[in-house]
């Protein structure tokens, strides 16, 4: 019996990564009988990856290519991607090769229990969570992380990761209240999901390193929505006591 999957990708400017990562996606689903699709979200690349892909569509019928108008926006990339899903199952992963598509197979076993399973960075893996990021940069985030848990009550270790699968049930369910940008999107997220009684459970994965082109993260564009987010959280936390 062959299992779901719908594999979201949001890019902007991604387009030799994708020349590698589409392949790999596609050799895990022949693998492992996946019955799976591959839904791109492009922001508006200028790099070829609009042609790219265009060309690709005719070749791969399970590819869906989605093109978005500016402003770019991961957060809405997302959220466009997981509305197109066909598929009962959705795993997101990003387009810079760090995410390895051969974590599929187990994650999809992990979904006969739980509703939502995360690739954690930090499960089992405390120090060398990042490859080819500073010492400074895991820092932040692994701070990050232990603010969030404590804050919101979360006890899973890697909340804001993008790598992540879940039943589309549990997106249609919250995506009314998805209002925050960039990563934050992402905790937000989970925590609507864990409120509306999703099972939620991390696997520990090698976090790679990008191969081609550069990250689109601003750090201090984030680190203010994610403090703001943090702010609100604490206070309606506090007064829902």
Same mark, same amino acid.
């Given at each position: 019996?062959?299992?779901?999957?719908?594999?979201?990708?949001?890019?902007?400017?991604?387009?030799?990564?994708?020349?590698?990562?589409?392949?790999?996606?596609?050799?895990?689903?022949?693998?492992?009988?996946?019955?799976?699709?591959?839904?791109?979200?492009?922001?508006?690349?200028?790099?070829?990856?609009?042609?790219?892909?265009?060309?690709?569509?005719?070749?791969?019928?399970?590819?869906?290519?989605?093109?978005?108008?500016?402003?770019?926006?991961?957060?809405?990339?997302?959220?466009?991607?997981?509305?197109?899903?066909?598929?009962?199952?959705?795993?997101?992963?990003?387009?810079?090769?760090?995410?390895?598509?051969?974590?599929?197979?187990?994650?999809?076993? %992990?979904? $006969?229990? &739980?509703? /939502?399973?995360?690739?954690?960075?930090?499960?089992? !893996?405390?120090?060398? #969570?990042? +490859?080819?990021?500073?010492?400074?940069?895991?820092?932040?985030?692994?701070?990050?992380?232990?603010?969030?848990?404590?804050?919101?009550?979360?006890?899973?270790?890697?909340?804001?990761?993008?790598?992540?699968?879940?039943?589309?049930?549990?997106?249609?369910?919250?995506?009314?209240?998805?209002?925050? %940008?960039? $990563?934050? &999107?992402? /905790?937000?997220?989970?925590?609507?999901?864990?409120? !509306?009684?999703?099972? #939620?459970? +991390?696997?520990?994965?090698?976090?790679?390193?990008?191969?081609?082109?550069?990250?689109?993260?601003?750090?201090?564009?984030?680190?203010?929505?994610?403090?703001?987010?943090?702010?609100?959280?604490?206070?309606?936390?506090?007064?829902?006591?």
């Amino acid at each position: 019996m062959k299992r779901e999957l719908s594999v979201v990708v949001p890019t902007l400017n991604e387009k030799k990564n994708l020349q590698i990562l589409i392949p790999r996606i596609l050799e895990v689903f022949k693998k492992n009988r996946i019955d799976g699709e591959i839904i791109i979200v492009d922001d508006s690349s200028s790099d070829g990856t609009f042609e790219f892909l265009n060309e690709q569509k005719f070749f791969i019928p399970s590819l869906k290519v989605i093109f978005r108008k500016l402003p770019a926006s991961i957060s809405r990339a997302w959220y466009e991607g997981f509305e197109a899903a066909n598929k009962k199952i959705i795993v997101c992963i990003d387009a810079d090769l760090c995410h390895n598509p051969d974590c599929f197979p187990g994650m999809l076993e %992990k979904m $006969n229990e &739980f509703d /939502i399973v995360i690739g954690s960075r930090y499960l089992n !893996n405390p120090v060398n #969570v990042m +490859e080819g990021k500073s010492r400074f940069a895991v820092f932040l985030s692994v701070c990050g992380q232990f603010i969030t848990r404590s804050v919101i009550g979360f006890k899973e270790f890697d909340t804001s990761h993008s790598f992540r699968m879940f039943k589309k049930d549990i997106f249609n369910a919250i995506k009314g209240k998805l209002k925050n %940008k960039g $990563n934050t &999107f992402l /905790i937000e997220f989970l925590y609507y999901a864990k409120k !509306n009684g999703a099972k #939620v459970t +991390e696997i520990p994965i090698k976090y790679g390193k990008r191969v081609y082109g550069s990250t689109k993260l601003k750090v201090s564009r984030e680190g203010l929505r994610y403090i703001c987010f943090i702010v609100k959280m604490f206070f309606k936390r506090v007064f829902s006591l």
